[in-house]
């Protein structure tokens, strides 16, 4: 919060009068932080919610080639796997999958552990991928920002996820934990 102080001199009297008048910067009232949710040498996984959206960012911290463009198998890309329910088993047709292709961002109900429907595209969601330096790390390297409405979710005020980074040279990583077969066995949380 600013505080700004107007003072008026009255020539004559040598009078002053004081106004204060308080604002707040339109930087601080859209001041969101970020929380954290996953940290290591290779990534980082964050979120902040503003208004009616999430946004998720990856930082993929030791990705310093850039296949942001490439084309399979030399590509650079995520997944991110949310559990709609919050049940921490995968619901057929509930849950869902989130990944950048050509067209925008690919929305997709999941079948089976391996399986999803067709892609579909939902207005509102919005996806980034960079090449470049970030707070984290002053060289270039790959980083992502997703942006999805709250209302995908349920009414919890919370969803669980998990997330699948691409490096086109050492392949997929899984996060929080390598889930192989469970897909929600461990999740990370948002709430808001």
């Not at 208004?51 to 030791?62: C, M, P, S, T, V």
């Not at 921490?88 to 391996?114: H, K, N, R, W």
Request: charged letters at 20%; glycine letters at 4%.
């Amino acid at each position: 919060m600013k505080t700004i102080i107007f003072s008026f001199l009255l020539p004559t009297f040598f009078l002053s009068s004081l106004l204060l008048v308080t604002s707040c910067s339109k930087e601080e009232e859209n001041n969101i932080e970020k929380t954290v949710v996953f940290e290591n040498p290779t990534i980082d996984i964050s979120f902040d919610t503003d208004g009616a959206n999430i946004n998720i960012y990856i930082d993929a911290i030791d990705d310093f080639t850039n296949a942001i463009d490439g084309t399979w198998p030399d590509l650079d890309l995520y997944r991110i796997y949310f559990d709609k329910n919050n049940n921490g088993i995968l619901d057929e047709g509930v849950d869902f999958l989130m990944s950048p292709i050509d067209q925008g961002i690919c929305y997709a109900t999941l079948i089976t552990q391996t399986s999803t429907s067709a892609c579909s595209f939902i207005d509102g969601l919005v996806g980034t991928a960079n090449f470049g330096p970030t707070e984290k790390v002053s060289d270039d390297h790959a980083y992502y920002q997703l942006t999805i409405p709250k209302s995908l979710f349920s009414n919890e005020r919370k969803v669980n996820f998990t997330v699948d980074v691409r490096d086109s040279e050492t392949g997929w990583s899984n996060y929080p934990v390598i889930r192989d077969p469970v897909l929600f066995e461990e999740t990370f949380e948002i709430s808001w």
